[in-house]
C-alpha cells in the first residue's frame, strides 16, 4: 500500500465522521430548541 492510498482512505473516513457529526449535531439542535421554546 502507497502512503497516498493510506491518506486518501483516511481523508474519506474522516470526511464520514464529519457528515454523522453534523447530522447529529443538527437534530440535538432541534431538540434542544424544541425544548427551551415550548
Given at each position: 500500500?502507497?502512503?497516498?492510498?493510506?491518506?486518501?482512505?483516511?481523508?474519506?473516513?474522516?470526511?464520514?465522521?464529519?457528515?454523522?457529526?453534523?447530522?447529529?449535531g443538527?437534530?440535538?439542535?432541534?431538540?434542544?430548541?424544541?425544548?427551551?421554546?415550548?
Open positions: 500500500k502507497s502512503s497516498s492510498e493510506g491518506t486518501r482512505e483516511n481523508s474519506i473516513r474522516l470526511s464520514i465522521i464529519g457528515e454523522n457529526f453534523t447530522k447529529k443538527a437534530i440535538l439542535l432541534k431538540i434542544l430548541k424544541n425544548n427551551s421554546f415550548p
